[in-house]
């Protein structure tokens, strides 16, 4: 619920800018238009939010209004249509609900500074609470107080005094791996019986030689002329 300015007695020159104003301008309830801007306004073209103070100023509430891209987004090339209510003087805080009041602009910037010192003592208060002399689980004279005795005599350590330290079990010593010997590499044969299939060059490749060199060491004059059965010898 809004509390609804009551109709001014004569203000004809606010009167006659204001009727030069946008007509989608309306308060909440949709039955009046201020003269001044006010956080009570709405704009009828906008699905949600409200036009800010600023611009009510500059654009709603002047007869600017028709350069708002809202505006021209509905009415270009048309007529605007009929204004809802009529337009009332502002009282400086208007009431959205029961007791719900929105202050001014300079009266909220007056209750932030005392808001905020509040909130920053009890943020203080609170640490000092959790990490002082009386924060849960803390015991009075600190480390030292534990230690001690209800005499306040120190607790000696346990063991009879002058008793020689009982040795603790030697661990046995970790047997160092043996290194295992390589194999011995394989030797290179100095034969070879030449099989069904092979050729020069298959078994140079085979031995890591050439067939000049195998053809050479055998006396073979033409390398593609070997015989199964044959002992060639390997450089």
């Not at 010593?173 to 011995?184: F, H």
């Amino acid at each position: 619920m809004i509390d609804r300015p009551a109709n001014p007695a004569a203000l004809p020159e606010s009167v006659s800018t204001a009727l030069e104003a946008c007509p989608h301008l309306i308060s909440v309830d949709g039955s009046w238009h201020g003269i001044t801007p006010s956080r009570a306004h709405r704009c009828r073209l906008l699905a949600s939010g409200r036009p800010t103070l600023d611009r009510q100023r500059e654009h709603c509430l002047s007869p600017a209004h028709p350069s708002c891209p809202t505006f021209l987004d509905v009415h270009r090339g048309g007529g605007a249509p009929a204004r809802v209510g009529p337009f009332v003087p502002m009282a400086p805080i208007v009431l959205e609900g029961p007791g719900l009041t929105l202050p001014t602009e300079a009266a909220a910037r007056r209750l932030a500074a005392p808001a905020t010192i509040v909130v920053v003592g009890v943020a203080l208060g609170a640490l000092v609470l959790a990490r002082g002399p009386l924060a849960p689980g803390s015991s009075p004279g600190g480390d030292d107080a534990a230690s001690a005795s209800p005499a306040g005599t120190v607790v000696p350590a346990t063991g009879s005094p002058g008793a020689a330290p009982t040795p603790g079990p030697t661990a046995a010593p970790t047997p160092r791996p043996t290194a295992t010997p390589a194999p011995p590499a394989t030797q290179r044969p100095t034969t070879y019986k030449v099989r069904r299939g092979d050729t020069m060059s298959a078994i140079a490749v085979r031995f890591g030689t050439t067939v000049a060199e195998i053809s050479a060491l055998n006396n073979i004059a033409n390398p593609s002329l070997i015989r199964v059965g044959q002992v060639l010898q390997l450089p």
